[in-house]
């Protein structure tokens, strides 16, 4: 078993990563469930996993509540945070209490949100079933959901208390999910990990064909820069953290546009933000065209999209720039970008011009 620690004083966590892992939670979570039932939720998608987890818990000794809701980025909503928030209430959910979050993305912030308020914030575990939700959202206490104005505008940092991770569930991951989180793989590489970059152009491949070394090595180094970063700047002040959104403005703007719906998934968004973003920087001349012609290589060839048209958008460069607008990281009217002057050198630019950035899309459609 890997086990990776994310270092926050008080608020530190181990997050466990081992093939397997999933029929042996009932012994690792026993020590959450205080002679108490545990409340698990999960969505349609990810209830067999809920299941095998109930079950394993129930041969622990451990009685369990269940909620399962509909899959898709629409569950992140007032209507469903109302809904679980009176269920976990109903059931008698206490402060002490750690509530178990059973799927992808969707279904931590939902859950993560959920457990910040109840009580004033109760606890809660991530065992999440994605690609995309290992690798990313659910190490690091990020909460939210969407509103009219756009996505995870309203949320709160909570952090979990554990995190499970068995690759043995992305075995059943449909290709094009797995595809998508694995776009969050390679954004550590281009952050400020060149070699890492240079292992996911030889090994990528592997790993979405279903090679276990690579799925739990892809996993673990993920994890461990995504720890270290979350560790130094837990709540986004310093500018640090805001390095793990490469790619997110760009690609907030084509979710927007596709309707936050299943036309882009949200790690498809973020590829093509990511390639936009070295594309941009190269166009400032802030990078070399052939490291950003690299980026966009390698995403095309495990099959990420790249460009606008690759992600089913034709909007104008102004449309979406207008839903840049809203994106929460606005900051005195400005809106910093991810650039990069290199694959592993990306930094935080907060004078961008944005109608440069509409010429850009305009002209990179």
Request: with cysteine.
């Amino acid at each position: 078993m890997t086990v990776i620690s994310v270092a926050l004083g008080a608020r530190s966590y181990d997050v466990r990563i081992e093939s397997g892992l999933l029929a042996r939670s009932g012994d690792i979570l026993a020590r959450y469930a205080r002679n108490r039932p545990m409340a698990i939720v999960t969505d349609v998608n990810a209830s067999p996993y809920a299941m095998a987890l109930q079950h394993g818990l129930g041969g622990a000794g451990i009685d369990t509540h269940m909620r399962v809701l509909p899959a898709g980025e629409s569950t992140k909503s007032w209507e469903q945070l109302e809904s679980l928030v009176e269920w976990m209430l109903d059931r008698g959910v206490e402060r002490g209490d750690h509530v178990i979050a059973v799927g992808g993305g969707v279904i931590g912030d939902l859950v993560g949100f959920a457990t910040s308020m109840v009580k004033r914030g109760c606890g809660f575990v991530q065992v999440p079933t994605t690609l995309l939700a290992q690798v990313d959202s659910s190490v690091g206490g990020k909460t939210a959901i969407n509103a009219r104005a756009g996505k995870n505008l309203v949320g709160a940092f909570h952090q979990p208390a554990l995190v499970l991770i068995d690759p043995d569930v992305l075995d059943t991951l449909p290709p094009r999910e797995l595809r998508a989180g694995y776009a969050e793989v390679v954004k550590y590489g281009l952050i400020d990990d060149f070699a890492f970059f240079e292992w996911c152009e030889a090994n990528g491949q592997k790993l979405l064909d279903g090679n276990p070394a690579a799925r739990e090595h892809a996993i673990a180094h993920s994890v461990a820069a995504k720890a270290r970063i979350v560790a130094e700047d837990e709540r986004e002040t310093t500018g640090r953290r805001a390095l793990l959104n490469l790619g997110h403005t760009f690609g907030h703007a084509l979710e927007a546009e596709t309707g936050f719906s299943d036309l882009l998934l949200h790690g498809e968004g973020v590829a093509a933000g990511m390639a936009l973003a070295f594309r941009f920087s190269a166009a400032q001349g802030l990078c070399s065209s052939q490291d950003a012609e690299r980026v966009v290589a390698h995403l095309k060839a495990v099959g990420l999209p790249y460009s606008l048209a690759m992600a089913g958008v034709d909007a104008s460069g102004a449309e979406l720039v207008e839903h840049m607008l809203h994106d929460k990281k606005m900051d005195a009217g400005n809106l910093p970008f991810l650039l990069a002057r290199g694959i592993g050198q990306t930094f935080l630019d907060k004078t961008v011009d944005l109608e440069s950035v509409a010429a850009f899309l305009d002209a990179n459609g």
